[in-house]
């Protein structure tokens, strides 16, 4: 007894797993150990002998926090417990109990079985012939093989956990496609789960059905759905029982399957040739048979045993009605019903929850499970052309309970796989249901799924749920009319598996290594292409409708939220790819002007004061390069993390709430000019490098906050409200407050604690009040005025163009579009500290130009605003009325849409000291006379002479000039002088800006360095 107990014992562990500890050397694996199913992170250190964690010298005290909390206990769902530090680890799961044999092998072969192996194989022979179904079953390799390999490819490349095919895909593609995957796969087995059950029920009523010995089953339409209620019944408490009992009816059945295949080879080789009889059911034979027989007598046909004239006869294919759906049959059609019978390839993978070590159990056992059973067909296709005739083949699906030494055992046989596949299908799908519900794909939807767990972690309500979806596909009727719905879903499965593969490897992503060697992109390619093919042929009109749900799904799940999916998306790989494919491309030397683009750098002190003016560059850029520059004051500190990290994802919230496409570039330094001038010479990447260093103005307002008062639009199903990072978020407000900028919106920046929560328009929109409070009138700058200035000339002298934005707070850009009223965009370009040049353009007029004409191709500006340019002449004559034709032309030249206006402003230039300006000889400007003839980049390549000092009393008449064409001004852009080359007057200089622009809508004053725009083709 001793040894049979060992015997015993052997045998459980190998194919059972015990739900105790095995101690044995052997079954220490790397997916024992805690360390490899987590992200690290850097400089963690690990104890291998007990899976502890630790830091610097001694233990980590660093306090974990569970983002995964259920009502259930630890063992029934994966928990994903995260630090401080960001380093996630699943702790180990008792739910793990089965092994390669009963959890993988059995399953996808009895799946694969089902119904072909004593069903369908005769089918296909039949209509197709030896030499299309040895066609169709190398088409169903290629592409079931194809896909195994990338199935083993993704199982071996990081630890495995529920869901199977569904966690593989959404952990490759992302929560968007592996959501949708996941869907379609889930309704894939669904659907072949009724599949299964209705051959089952087919088998049964042409067992014993009408026109049998025992005549103990009903033929009508309900009568079938009754029996297949039954037995769908049976599966469903069966897979309520738990996966342990399924593992062990699935290693059983498989051995009763393969005895009984067994006997149905040693049949075809002793028993003699005889007459096999169809079958009542078959009423197309009955209706069409030859007059000299009578319509009650029995039809027969033939096995002949061995013949080589059977097997000439059964070569090629002959093509005829299916007798259970009275449709004609062709290629495409029997294709469909016998991929569909073989789709179980991921019926290993879909117990990966269950499986001990999923990424050896998956890779051997799947790999072994179909080599096996195409040996078994090419096997059965051929003893089956060579001993049966055609007639028999076409009117008698079960013709081998006729030609077995023992008819039962077909029956068995035949009960057993199949039941074994509803099994299979049952559990697969609904351990599929429960990896959406606790990635929470749907949100709140699949709510009671998740939560619907036993103590041991079995997914009942998955199960019921899963139930009642198949008992829906019993409607459909006819096993052979559900087989092309089912090998639509697989196949665009299949295509979703390879695709994911096939994205990994061209993506060259360093982390995707797996240890499977036989899998490469080729392999990939063929099997996504040979799906997705497949598809078209079998069914165009089922392919078009499951494509187009998928797109549905992939769109619906694109606009939400997945607060508990951080597991990353192929996208991303592979966008990263390709930009930095085109960025190296991208050759700065071979810039032209005919194709400059604005690239811009707003530097901003805190967003809060100048929302309105990032919206208003965002619509200035024209699909070209948008930075959001940030300076932080201060010195690295080594022992506090870097504020600048810390402070990012506010400002990337920002940028998705506004809905604006811009970049965030932050530095910290000693000084804001030092920050500045970092952030001038580093921005961008490659060619991709801002040409327009945009400042908000220097004055004394107290900047207002506009973000409060912004009106986010956000729908709540759509995003959740907690962020997906909530609970490792870092808290601020132990920070040392800083004290950083001075121009528009420059405040004294206290970071408040992430918990802080606030509220607008009954939304919760935290992260981006984050950011610091504003500053006050009586709180003295950071910046000063001279610091200010040496910005601008360091901006040019980097030979970057310089804008200065003032007044946005007064920008109404939505009331522009909801009270549907004409504005005007104001362009002046004139440069005031030297009047004499009011006539001659240079690249700073252009570009002044341009930019007005970017902003009026921009939605709402594009249809309510105007461009108007002005022209400032002495008096309004003749050579007046000749210059402004000369403006017309250029414009036109330049394909400008645009007003002139003269301004007769010899009464303000009478208020300058003659003796106070003077033009520079030497200044590249050129009339507006020659610059109808002369194009911009020829003549524009120096830049006027420095700012000089002008008395107020003529800055303010030009004020006063600019304030009386305002009416319905939405915006102005003015010519910015350069800097002085004097330190000591850069105070003057910001006083005369500030007088200019005083009390004028929003201004925008402009300095350019380089030619923006052509006249050639």
Not at 52 to 66: A, D, E, V, Y
Not at 114 to 132: D, K, P, Y
Not at 335 to 359: C, D, W
Request: hydrophobic share 45%; aromatic share 12%.
């Amino acid at each position: 007894m001793n040894g049979l107990d060992r015997v015993r014992s052997t045998l459980r562990r190998t194919f059972f797993s015990s739900n105790g500890v095995d101690t044995s050397p052997s079954t220490t694996r790397r997916e024992d150990f805690p360390i490899l199913s987590r992200h690290l992170s850097s400089y963690e250190r690990f104890d291998l002998s007990t899976g502890s964690q630790g830091g610097g010298g001694g233990i980590s005290t660093t306090n974990l926090q569970n983002i995964n909390t259920v009502n259930n206990s630890s063992s029934q769902t994966p928990t994903i417990e995260t630090t401080n530090d960001g380093v996630e680890f699943l702790p180990h799961n008792s739910k793990r109990t089965l092994r390669t044999i009963p959890g993988v092998f059995c399953p996808i072969a009895l799946s694969m079985f089902s119904i072909s192996l004593f069903m369908r194989v005769g089918f296909v022979v039949a209509h197709a012939g030896i030499l299309q179904t040895l066609l169709q079953f190398g088409l169903c390799f290629i592409i079931l093989f194809c896909t195994l390999l990338s199935v083993c490819s993704l199982a071996t490349n990081g630890a495995i956990e529920g869901g199977g095919v569904y966690h593989m895909i959404s952990r490759a593609l992302g929560p968007e496609f592996g959501g949708s995957i996941g869907v379609l796969f889930f309704f894939a087995n669904v659907i072949g789960n009724g599949q299964s059950v209705a051959a089952l029920v087919e088998a049964l009523v042409d067992s014993f059905g009408p026109g049998s010995k025992a005549n103990a089953f009903q033929d009508t339409q309900w009568w079938r759905f009754f029996y297949g209620t039954i037995i769908n019944i049976i599966s469903l408490i069966t897979c309520l029982l738990g996966s342990s009992l399924f593992s062990m009816a699935t290693f059983f059945i498989f051995i009763l399957v393969s005895f009984s295949y067994l006997m149905v080879v040693v049949s075809f080789f002793v028993q003699s040739p005889r007459l096999v009889p169809i079958p009542r059911v078959n009423t197309y034979a009955y209706d069409h048979q030859s007059l000299e027989f009578n319509k009650t007598d029995l039809i027969y046909g033939h096995y002949t045993g061995f013949s080589s004239i059977t097997f000439r006869e059964n070569t090629y294919a002959n093509y005829t009605i299916d007798y259970t759906t009275g449709d004609m049959m062709n290629f495409a059609t029997v294709f469909g019903v016998l991929f569909s019978s073989i789709t179980g390839l991921l019926a290993g993978a879909n117990m990966s929850g269950e499986l001990k070590r999923p990424s050896r159990s998956i890779p051997t056992g799947s790999v072994a499970a179909v080599f096996f059973v195409f040996f078994i067909f090419i096997t059965e296709t051929l003893l089956m052309a060579a001993t049966t005739d055609r007639f028999t083949l076409a009117n008698n699906y079960l013709f081998l309970q006729n030609v077995n030494i023992w008819s039962p055992f077909v029956i068995i046989g035949m009960i057993a796989a199949v039941f074994s596949a509803c099994l299979s299908g049952l559990i697969g799908a609904s351990r599929i249901l429960e990896a959406l519900a606790i990635d929470e794909i749907f949100g709140p939807v699949l709510h009671c799924i998740r939560h619907g767990t036993t103590h041991r972690g079995n997914p009942w309500a998955a199960v019921i749920f899963t139930f009642i979806l198949v008992q829906l596909t019993l409607f459909i009727g006819s096993m052979n009319k559900i087989a092309p719905i089912v090998t639509i879903f697989f196949l665009l499965a299949y295509f979703a598996v390879n695709l994911s593969c096939l994205a990994l490897d061209l993506a060259s992503a360093p982390n995707f290594r797996p240890t499977f060697k036989y899998f490469s992109w080729h392999t990939a390619l063929v099997g996504a292409v040979g799906s997705i093919i497949m598809c078209f042929i079998v069914s165009a009109a089922y392919a078009a409708i499951a494509i187009g749900v998928l797109i549905g799904f992939i769109c619906m799940l694109h606009l939400r939220d997945f607060p508990r999916a951080s597991w990353g998306s192929i996208s991303q790989a592979l966008i990263f790819h390709q930009v930095r494919k085109y960025l190296l491309l991208l050759d700065p030397r071979k810039e032209h002007v005919k194709f400059w683009r604005p690239q811009m750098l707003l530097l901003t002190a805190n967003p809060r004061s100048s929302i309105n003016l990032i919206d208003f560059v965002n619509d200035m850029k024209k699909g070209g390069l948008f930075i959001l520059g940030h300076v932080k004051i201060g010195q690295m500190n080594h022992g506090l993390n870097d504020i600048c990290s810390q402070e990012y994802p506010y400002w990337v919230s920002l940028i998705d709430n506004m809905k604006i496409k811009a970049f965030v570039d932050m530095t910290l330094a000693p000084t804001i000019r030092d920050g500045v001038l970092q952030l001038m010479r580093l921005s961008g990447l490659g060619g991709l490098r801002p040409n327009t260093v945009i400042l908000g103005f220097y004055d004394n307002a107290a900047p207002e906050d506009k973000l409060r008062n912004r009106s986010f639009f956000k729908k709540r199903w759509l995003k959740s409200t907690t962020p997906a990072n909530a609970m490792a978020a870092p808290v601020f407000h132990q920070q040392p407050i800083i004290q950083s900028g001075t121009m528009e919106g420059a405040s004294t920046i206290t970071l408040h604690s992430f918990n802080s929560l606030t509220t607008i328009n009954g939304n919760d929109m935290y992260p981006i009040f984050n950011f610091g409070e504003l500053r006050q009138e009586n709180e003295d700058k950071e910046l000063d005025v001279y610091s200010y200035v040496q910005i601008i000339k360091d901006a040019l002298y980097l030979n970057k163009s310089i804008c200065l934005a003032r007044n946005f707070h007064q920008l109404h850009k939505d009331d522009m579009e909801l009270n549907k009223r004409r504005v005007f965009v104001d362009i002046w370009p004139v440069n005031f500290i030297f009047p004499e040049t009011s006539t001659q353009f240079d690249v700073t007029c252009l570009y002044m130009l341009q930019l007005a004409t970017i902003l009026s191709m921009v939605k709402p500006w594009k249809i309510r605003a105007t461009l108007r340019v002005f022209l400032c002449i002495d008096a309004i004559n003749d050579n007046a009325l000749r210059t402004q034709q000369h403006l017309d032309e250029l414009l036109s030249q330049l394909r400008i849409n645009a007003q002139t206006r003269m301004i007769a402003w010899e009464n303000v230039t009478s208020l300058l000291n003659n003796n106070s300006s003077t033009i520079n000889d030497n200044a590249a400007t050129i009339s507006v006379e020659q610059q109808s003839t002369t194009t911009a980049t020829a003549t524009t390549t120096a830049i006027t002479n420095s700012f000089i000092d002008i008395n107020d009393v003529y800055v303010r008449g030009v004020n006063e000039l600019i304030r009386q064409q305002c009416d319905s001004t939405s915006c102005l852009y003015l010519y910015l002088p350069r800097p002085p080359k004097d330190k000591n007057l850069s105070p003057r200089y910001m006083r005369v800006l500030d007088i200019l622009s005083n009390d004028l809508p929003p201004v925008m004053f402009v300095h350019g360095v380089s030619s923006v725009t052509c006249t050639q083709l």
